[in-house]
């Protein structure tokens, strides 16, 4: 009789573009001894509008196919998402959403079971005010898993705040397809395609508070005052804040220049980066910042905050972006200019956005999955 594989399920919430990256990169290289199975709960994201690519190498299942994102009660989905797990017969299993009241529990009984656990995690210290109730509650809720896939810095430091020191981690959580990403911009990677002179500024986020968007107009007033021919700024996104940012980009005068161009899918998004000079990202509170990712694949410098969770992961200030403080417009708007005007430092910065590309890239997502398994 032929051997069984051994069965590893993923779960996310639902499976966006990145999901299908990197389960489809690890069923490729496990192929012939590790099954990959990916679950989600609904078909549809309840944050993003983005539509899902179809799943490739590994088999995908939607335990509530008719649902509505978020419509689902919590026994409902604890049985369901128990009971798949039972019946999948996995040897493995790498949930996302620990501080979910169904993957609470689901961990607690597959862990009881002797199953192996492991948590997706990239939450970092300083993404909220800590109450020392919470943490000790969160503490033990992760006691169920074997490890953890989480990302280098502050979030794996907090994994090691609440688990302890010698918690298996590995790194890799927030990855996608870079060679998908160039293949979808049909432009070569900066500073090849586009010339520098050509380029504008773009910011690729939710419009929603912790994005720090009224900081980053701010700055854009700041920059177009300081240069005789300012560059246009897209800010890709939907969410809550769209008539509020309208109205300030009117009160300032600005509908000339900064552009609203709502949810753009991946293929957009990629285009978009290969005609951009840099990705702006200000955020107040970002766990990782996966539109870095993209932007670095088209040789795109990024300006972050230091609050974005990849600051550790990919960007160096001077090699390949700048950090700067997200209460900062000034800030913001002189690196903005330096960018704008300083020709070698942008191709310097672009060509040094190849330097720690690999480590966000799918083969790290089965690097990390195949040092804890």
Known sequence: MPTRLRRVVFLWENFGPMHVDRCGALARALDGQWEVVGVQWTGKSTTYEWVSPDAKNFSLVTLFPDARPGSIGFVRKLWRTLSFCL??????????????????????????????????????????????????????????????????????EYIRFLRGSRVPIAYGHNTLSVGEIRNLAGAEPAPGGLPHAARRFTAVTRLVPKKNLNVLIDAYALYRKAVATPRPLHICGSGELETELRAKIAALDLGDFVVLRGFLQRPEIAHELAQSLALILPSIEEQFGNVIIEAQAMGVPTIISHNCGALETLVRSGVNGFVVEPDNPAGLAFFMQWLHEDEDLWERLAIGCAQYLPRADTPAFVEGVMKLL
Not at 133 to 149: D, H, N, Q
């Open 87 to 156: 019946r999948s017969h996995a040897d493995a299993f790498f949930f996302s959403h620990y501080n979910d009241a169904a993957v609470i529990l689901t961990s607690m009984v597959l862990a009881l079971m002797n199953k192996r656990v492991f948590g997706m995690l990239l939450s970092k210290f300083d993404d909220y005010d800590r109450k020392i109730r919470w943490e000790v509650f969160k503490s033990l809720i992760l006691l169920p898993y074997a490890g953890f896939l989480t990302n280098r810095g502050r979030s794996e």
